[in-house]
């Protein structure tokens, strides 16, 4: 721990690599995890609860006043009106390690009176350690970090969550895609919301957005992307996100440019939005796919294309793109095969 830090931060980082601890010893040998479902697609594991209580212990025999919100003990611990609260997820990503895919975390952010003033992010696979107070910056193994420097969405690489919870809006996530893929240079999906935002603020990925989030996934990363220049808000650009259960984050210039493209996906759109994004959803829908006629509705990637042209020419000086040709009609024609001699081999 370093003496520069604010002493609750190191009471953070202290609590969160004990909970690293725990979690790569049992890595080890996943297989003997005890796994239960929360609900369909949840899991929580005894490593969850195992770190968790080791996360809560370290916090409260240093701050024995303050409260606690954890992922999977709610407020049952720590003091209840305290204007100091731990927000805590002592693995996010959880299915990811119960199938040995490194990419999970600890997360760990102190909010006072409402505000998000420290954070940590510790992903115990590659001892990184990412953390945040407020107004002090931002840092990755007590290097500074910055947001990435592009400018242009065909060039960024925006992170999300797939919709896997049962009331998830599958078909709008499949529009919202629709609309990216096309303009950014990839889309990816690591599985562990705090991570995502920790690669924002660390210039990895320009942008990350996903629904559905709770308060413990968003907390600390949210601190570490504002610390280190970016943006969040839900997705109409609003500041007030933390319990809205949507979220967009990036960098200033990418996040300027992904509000205009999910913001009528917003609960919180006007109703001219909420209309536009419903017909969005009909467009790209792969059930509405025709079984034989002349109906483009199921292809979805060149659907998507349509409406690029104002954002390119943002980007590349002005240029209006073109419409493309419509596809020339195709000529089928039959070809008669010979016939065959009495040895099996075409007649000449």
Partial sequence: MSSNLHPMLNVAIK??????????????????????????????????????????ETLLTAYPGHG??????????????????????????????????PVYCVSIALSVRGKIEQAVVYDPT??????????????LNERRIRV????RLPESLISTGFPFRTGDNFKQYLAIMADLMPRAAG???????????????????????????????????????????GLISN??????????????????????????????????????DKLAATERIRSVDPSRRSAGGGDDSGDIYARSTVGLGSEEADSDGGAEAPAPAPAAPRKLTRVKRAPETSEGKPGA
């Fill in 15 to 56: 609590a969160a690599r004990a909970a690293g601890a725990i979690i790569n010893r049992a890595a080890l040998d996943v297989e003997a995890v005890r796994v239960s479902q929360k609900q369909v697609n949840d899991f929580v594991t005894e490593v969850d609860h195992a770190a968790e209580a080791a996360i809560i």
């Fill in 68 to 101: 606690i919100l954890a992922e999977e003990s709610g407020s049952e611990h720590g003091a209840r009106d305290s204007e100091y609260v731990w927000i805590i997820d002592p693995l996010d990503g959880t299915t990811n390690f119960i199938h040995g895919f």
């Fill in 126 to 139: 590659r001892n990184d350690l990412f953390t945040a107070s407020r107004g002090r910056g931002a840092f």
């Fill in 148 to 151: 990435s420097k592009r400018t």
């Fill in 187 to 229: 889309l990816r999906r690591p599985g562990a919301a705090a991570l995502d935002l920790a690669y924002v603020a660390a210039g990895y990925t320009e942008a990350f957005f996903e629904t559905g989030l709770n308060v413990w996934d968003a907390a600390a990363g949210s601190l570490l992307v504002t610390e280190a220049g």
């Fill in 235 to 272: 997705f109409t650009g609003e500041g007030e996100f933390l319990d809205q259960r949507e979220l967009l984050a990036g960098t200033p210039r990418i996040y300027g440019q992904l509000v205009p493209i999910l913001s009528k996906y917003s609960k919180f759109a006007g109703v001219d």
